[in-house]
């Protein structure tokens, strides 16, 4: 018995690689490490000092631990099951969406596919916010450096929202462009700058807090943990990527290992990112780091980068979701009004979100607690239960209960963060 997959079915492999799939020299154990954090790191990691100063930083790093130890597991409950599937015979299995096929038919395939587009969506809304936030930050900002978000207007319209629109041709644009393949030298500028961006970015922060000295709390508030949960997930969500690089992954027994050595090296960075925003800061801090730092020309050209970074990561975000939605709606064939009508509605979505961290926090809760831990799981089991000891059985069925119950809460905390902030 095989599982072939057809040339037209929707895939959730990430743009990031466009071509790894294809060619055939397999990844040595050091490319497979730099893809997982290609794969990973993304634009979450700008919202993490805002969260520290939510939850507390002892709090926030014992739940990017916590997050972290999750997501390892449930990556590697995914490659588990496609293991199991193809010792039964099935062959090909590249992807996600390929196992839910296999395990639980169309609904199994339509929810990952779901989640998915939401997900991907969700990052690109992100990106929206952020360049606009950024670029009204760089145009308008007063004498005193105050924030421009809440005052500054033109034609009786929010800057950053202006912004938005202002984006949206051009990413229509870049949009309509059928192959990835010539947006992926964009992709990999864009890495190298976040990393420097946030080396540099760590730098101000020390000096800051060395200036500042701001009051710091370790612990906040217990009914805020969920929102905390929710940006952390969001900020280590990759598992779309998990099946594609094992696949490609030249020792493949290797994998996990390098899995759990890149996760720990993430961990890492986004607990010293997301402390050190928070120590400079302290209560000030604002819901996209760089908004804190004072107009000068290094951090102007930092804010400058990491725009352009999303700028061009957006349409490689929203591949995926083309790729579903035109294979649900259009037979697969390439329909630049669906593209058109796919990039509006999210930017859409982002001119009504008023805070970055809050969006991620729902993004997180609301759909990559289900994508990441609670649809692994239940593939896991349904695909493997006959050979898991008891331990393991409760094991996942404890990830699928949590995934719910937090996604539930987190989903209802951003929420209140969204709509209520004066009464959480």
Known sequence: MAWEKGTSSARENTP??????????????????????????????????????????????????????????????LVWTKRKLEKEGF???GSFG???????????????????????????????????????SL?????????????SKILGLEASKLFIWAVLPFQLGLNAIRTL????????????????????LMIEDVVT??????????????????????????????????LPLETVTDQKHRFGGILGLALIFITAVYGAFGLLGYLAFGSETKDIITLNFGKNLLTDLVQVALS?????SLPLMMNPVHEIVESRLNGGQYSFPLRALSVSLTSLVAFFVPNFSDFLSLVGSSVCSVLGFVLPAIF?????????????????????????????????????????????
Request: hydrophobic letters at 55%.
């Open 380 to 424: 896991h089991l349904l695909a493997c239960r006959r050979d898991c000891s008891l331990v393991q059985i409760c094991v996942d069925i404890l990830i699928i209960f949590f995934g719910v119950v937090f996604g539930v809460a987190g989903t209802i905390s951003s929420v209140k963060q969204i709509f209520f902030a004066d009464v959480v």
């Open 139 to 151: 145009f308008f900002r007063n004498e005193e450096n105050e924030h421009y978000l809440y005052g």
């Open 308 to 312: 352009i970074n999303l700028f061009f």
């Open 91 to 93: 062959v090909k299995i």
């Open 181 to 200: 393949t010539h947006l992926a030298p964009f992709s990999i500028f864009a890495d190298v700058v976040e990393i420097l961006a946030m080396v540099v």
């Open 16 to 77: 990031l690689l466009p071509n790894q799939l294809k060619s055939e020299p397999l990844s040595s154990s050091s490319k497979s490490f730099g893809n997982i954090l290609i794969a990973i790191v993304g634009a979450g990691v700008l919202g993490l000092p805002y969260t520290f100063m939510k939850t507390g930083w002892l709090a926030g790093i014992i739940i990017l631990g916590i997050v972290a130890g999750l997501t390892y597991y449930c990556m590697m409950l």
């Open 98 to 136: 390929d196992v839910g096929f296999i395990v639980s038919g169309p609904i199994g395939k339509g929810m990952v596919d779901s989640m998915i587009v939401l997900s991907q969506a969700g990052f690109c809304v992100s990106y929206f916010i952020f360049v606009a936030n950024t670029l009204s």
């Open 209 to 242: 807090y060395v200036r500042n000295m701001p009051y710091l709390e370790a612990f906040t508030n217990f009914s805020i943990i969920p929102y905390g949960v929710g940006v952390a997930v969001y900020a280590f969500e990759g598992i779309g990527m998990v």
